[in-house]
Every structure is written in C-alpha cells, then in structure tokens.
C-alpha cells in the first residue's frame, strides 16, 4: 500500500513539475527533405533510468509539413505512435504497458523536442564532416530563455549514419536515434 | 514462391467437424514429433499510419522442449533467447537477462512463435478462438484473443501451414491499430543436430 501511494505521489510531482513547452518558432514544422519522399528508419534505444527497451523508429513527413512517427519493438509490436505538427505532439496511439497518463506526458513532451530539433536537424547532419564531435542541437543559444532545462539533443554522421540523441536529465530518460540503411528491394 | 501464389489466388473454405478435427490431429502429432527445428526467416512489418514496411531479417532455432532462439542479422543484430523461462537479449553489445514471467507480453509471443512453428496449435487454445482453414495445399489457423489484455495487443494472429507436411509457412500478426507483422518462413531443418551451445548467450 505504501509502495503504492509512493507511486502515485511521485506520478503527481512528475506531472506537476512538467514545464510547460515552449518550442522556437522556427523549428515548428521544419522542412526535412530526407524523410519527405519516403520514411527514414532509425535503430531506437529507449533508456528509462537503468532498464532499457531497443526497436525501430520510422518517421516521415507529410505534405503539410507534420512529422509522423512509429515506435515498434524487433517483433513488431507497437509501442507508440506519433504526430509532431505546430510544436506540439499527439500520441495517436501508445501500448497498454505505457498507457499511462504520466509517461504520455513525458513522451509527448521529449518527442516534441526530439521531433522538433533533432529529426528535424537531419539535413544539418548529414552535411556535417564525419567524425567530428556530436553538435548541440538544443539549448539553441540563440533560444537561451526559452529553452527547457535538463534536456539536451545532440547528433552526429558517422560512416554514414544520422545518430540523434536526447537526453532528458530529469526524468532519467534518453533516447538514442540511429538511421539504418533504406530496406533491400 | 508457387505455394505463397497459390496462398493468394485460391479460396479457404472452413474446417468444421471431423475434418477439422483430423486436421487439428495431424498438426498435432506431427508437432509431437519435433524435437529441434532451424528456419530462415523474413519479417514484413506494416506500419499503417506512415504507410510503410519495415523488413528485417534472420534466423530461428528451436529445441525440445522450451528453448528458441532469435537472431535478427537486418537491419541490425539483434539476438532473442527464451531458456528455461528466462529470457535474454542481446543488442549493441549489451546483453540483458530476465524472467520471462516479468514480461507476460513476451512470454506469450514466445509460446505463439513455438506453438506456431512447431504446428502445436491445441496449447493456444485456451488464449485464442481458433477457427482452421484450408485451399487444399495449405492449412490456415486463425487465431483472435479470448481475454481483454491479448485483444490490446493482438487484433488476430494467422498461421499457415502446408497441408502436406503441416510444416509452417507464415505467421501474420495483426494489431488493433491496423498494423500488421508477417513472418516468412524458409528453409526449414527439422530435427537436426542443434548444440546445446547455440543457446549460450552473454
């Protein structure tokens, strides 16, 4: 009972202590190129404190310019899906085992960023020389006053792959993007 | 490629009565028979909203009586062992190990993929109503969930079988949010000689 109500009063304090999102302008609907034509897949590690569950993320971008997103594990089975439009995201559908209230508001805030400024940096990326250090993509320190705390995204190109990470130091979450090559025909 | 043409081109009609039946006993004991079994396979995950397929890529290998191994090699290594009521996974270099009771999700996918590739469809019979089919070369078993915490996960789960040999062909995985999984099955090694290495995972 104790264990319980501990639960419960941390889920509360999670979700209160949530700040509200306030996205760049800029970055509402970025134009991505790579992921326009047809969707991009990334080998996705989802770490929460020291457990971790690994999948395929693959994400493309609609006509009006909102990005799209499936989370499923290596047997197909769906975690989460996803619409990032306006700097906001909709989890249009997420599975029984995360269905709860204050991990949709943790995902719905982090995929927001995540979609905002790192999925949405993947041209920037893939311009970049290989091998150099991971570029800060948010804070933006142009955005300084606006940005969140304790949440960091950061990419990279090696040997031609986009590695997009998020870190959300709060909530001990971080999840880690890196593109796969497009399927065999 | 002739048997998944003619999948697609001929009609299933249901088995009823003693035909279904005969049929659920051939499956049956032909499962009993099984002891190891090595396939290929390839997975064809259709993502409905992103209108996408994701294709992976790999092997699988059973042994008697409750060992399966996983090895996806596209479109990156991943490594799936359930032993002994434990499962392992490995990816990246990192391997993780726990009790498949912790994770009822898995637990039940492993005893669909074993009941599936083996044929022993009786053992899912008290988590799905099952209906048999056939189009006189294969055996389709149509699966849906008996209780709600399935149902969330599995809108309906189809297997098929030759109605030759009653060796696996596809196992098709449809979820309530109009996705769906396929697994394609070839190669197929029956009772071989499988080391008990193979199932040492670290």
Same mark, same amino acid.
């Given at each position: 009972?104790?264990?319980?109500?501990?639960?419960?009063?941390?889920?509360?304090?999670?979700?209160?202590?949530?700040?509200?999102?306030?996205?760049?302008?800029?970055?509402?609907?970025?134009?991505?190129?790579?992921?326009?034509?047809?969707?991009?897949?990334?080998?996705?590690?989802?770490?929460?404190?020291?457990?971790?569950?690994?999948?395929?993320?693959?994400?493309?971008?609609?006509?009006?310019?909102?990005?799209?997103?499936?989370?499923?594990?290596?047997?197909?089975?769906?975690?989460?899906?996803?619409?990032?439009?306006?700097?906001?995201?909709?989890?249009? /559908?997420?599975? #029984? =085992?995360?269905?709860? &209230?204050?991990? %949709?508001? *943790? $995902?719905?805030?982090?995929? +927001?960023?995540?979609?905002?400024?790192?999925?949405?940096?993947?041209?920037?990326?893939?311009?970049?020389?290989?091998?150099?250090?991971?570029?800060?993509? /948010?804070?933006? #320190? =142009?955005?300084?006053? &606006?940005?969140? %705390?304790? *949440? $960091?995204?950061?990419?990279? +190109?090696?040997?031609?792959?986009?590695?997009?990470?998020?870190?959300?130091?709060?909530?001990?979450?971080?999840?880690?993007?890196?593109?796969?090559?497009?399927?065999?025909? | 490629?002739?048997?998944?043409?003619?999948?697609?081109?001929?009609?299933?009609?249901?088995?009823?009565?003693?035909?279904?039946?005969?049929?659920?006993?051939?499956?049956?004991?032909?499962?009993?028979?099984?002891?190891?079994?090595?396939?290929?396979?390839?997975?064809?995950?259709?993502?409905?909203?992103?209108?996408?397929?994701?294709?992976?890529?790999?092997?699988?290998?059973?042994?008697?009586?409750?060992?399966?191994?996983?090895?996806?090699?596209?479109?990156?290594?991943?490594?799936?062992?359930?032993?002994?009521?434990?499962?392992?996974?490995?990816?990246?270099?990192?391997?993780?190990?726990?009790?498949?009771?912790?994770?009822?999700?898995?637990?039940?996918?492993?005893?669909?993929?074993?009941?599936?590739?083996?044929?022993?469809?009786?053992?899912?019979?008290?988590?799905?109503?099952?209906?048999?089919?056939?189009?006189?070369?294969?055996?389709?078993?149509?699966?849906?969930?008996?209780?709600?915490?399935?149902?969330?996960?599995?809108?309906?789960?189809?297997?098929?079988?030759?109605?030759?040999?009653?060796?696996?062909?596809?196992?098709?995985?449809?979820?309530?949010?109009?996705?769906?999984?396929?697994?394609?099955?070839?190669?197929?090694?029956?009772?071989?000689?499988?080391?008990?290495?193979?199932?040492?995972?670290?």
């Amino acid at each position: 009972m104790i264990k319980y109500l501990t639960f419960i009063s941390l889920a509360v304090i999670l979700c209160s202590c949530t700040p509200k999102m306030t996205p760049a302008t800029g970055l509402l609907n970025p134009m991505v190129p790579e992921i326009t034509v047809s969707p991009m897949h990334f080998k996705a590690t989802i770490s929460f404190g020291t457990n971790s569950v690994t999948g395929i993320m693959a994400v493309k971008q609609r006509s009006d310019l909102a990005i799209l997103g499936s989370f499923t594990n290596e047997f197909g089975v769906k975690g989460f899906d996803f619409i990032y439009q306006d700097g906001k995201t909709d989890l249009v /559908y997420v599975m #029984p =085992a995360l269905n709860r &209230k204050m991990i %949709k508001k *943790i $995902l719905r805030k982090d995929i +927001s960023l995540l979609s905002g400024y790192g999925i949405g940096s993947i041209g920037r990326l893939s311009n970049n020389k290989p091998g150099k250090t991971p570029v800060v993509l /948010y804070p933006d #320190p =142009a955005e300084k006053y &606006k940005t969140e %705390k304790d *949440i $960091l995204i950061s990419g990279n +190109s090696i040997d031609q792959k986009i590695i997009v990470a998020l870190e959300d130091f709060r909530h001990k979450l971080r999840i880690d993007l890196v593109s796969l090559p497009p399927d065999e025909e | 490629m002739s048997v998944q043409a003619n999948a697609q081109t001929a009609s299933f009609v249901n088995l009823e009565g003693s035909q279904r039946e005969a049929f659920k006993n051939n499956l049956y004991s032909s499962s009993e028979k099984i002891n190891t079994l090595e396939c290929n396979f390839v997975q064809k995950q259709i993502l409905s909203m992103l209108s996408d397929e994701v294709v992976s890529k790999g092997t699988m290998t059973f042994k008697k009586t409750d060992r399966l191994l996983w090895i996806y090699n596209s479109p990156y290594e991943f490594v799936f062992l359930m032993n002994n009521g434990r499962i392992t996974t490995k990816s990246g270099g990192k391997t993780s190990s726990f009790d498949s009771g912790s994770s009822p999700l898995m637990k039940e996918l492993c005893k669909i993929m074993v009941a599936g590739l083996k044929g022993d469809t009786k053992s899912l019979e008290t988590s799905f109503n099952t209906k048999y089919l056939t189009n006189g070369t294969q055996i389709k078993v149509v699966m849906n969930p008996r209780n709600k915490s399935l149902a969330s996960v599995f809108k309906q789960i189809d297997l098929l079988f030759d109605a030759g040999t009653f060796i696996v062909s596809s196992i098709e995985m449809a979820e309530p949010s109009g996705d769906k999984t396929s697994i394609s099955v070839s190669n197929v090694k029956i009772n071989g000689t499988v080391d008990d290495k193979v199932f040492d995972i670290h």
